[in-house]
């Protein structure tokens, strides 16, 4: 398992959504590719006033491990909650939606391929591999013919903490293509262009949410996860652009 970052100084946004004042707080630890799909689903949830943190699922593991105070952990893959639920410090966790990766390039880009990325002086940001949206676009790199891949690997010129930041590296024009999922990509279809990964290269990308082992609201927390898989929650990751879990 990949070493998990240490908790970071500056505090993550905390973003409320719906929810009367009489009514329990849910806090929802989120990856950043997330953001969308769960902001709008915690605000449909009745009953609760939904707190969310969206981070790099690294990040969220660590403030986890660090004794921060949540109620449902949602990660960008399942190596994480299974490292956590292993500790104890998690339920049991449930994967609840799919994605696909995707290569962003700017408008107007000459970049079509993947090939394309291997040419000299194409600037290339990747995530860090501590996060999932790194590790899997390393499972893509680690699947393409070596002088291919050493290419593009020799063009990376940053490795963010999260998906949006190589999302805004990319459409900033800080950067001539990034890898990032699917999800992210339709968020600013406007701004970008996008390169597929071919099916025989795309990794397995599984999404898991576990309910906090110190949870003040467990019952609530596992009614927010079922609703991910068969409720309001998975029809917003659907509407989002996530596929349906296996």
Known sequence: MRPLLPLLLVPLAIVGCGGGADEPTLTVLGASSLTEALSKYGGSLEGAEVRNSFAGSDQLAAQIKQGAK?????SADTGYPAELHREGLVGKPVVFARNRLVVVVPKGSDVSSL???ARPGTKIVIGDPSVPVGEYAREVLGRLPAREREGILANIRSEEPEVTAVLAKVTSGAADAGFVYVTDAKTVAG???T???PPQLQPDVAYAAAVLSGSDEPELARRYV???LRGAGGADLREAGFLPPP
């Open 70 to 74: 949540a109620d449902v952990f949602a």
């Open 115 to 117: 090939g394309d990325l």
């Open 191 to 193: 701004a970008v262009e």
């Open 195 to 197: 390169v597929a990964v």
């Open 226 to 228: 079922h609703g991910l």
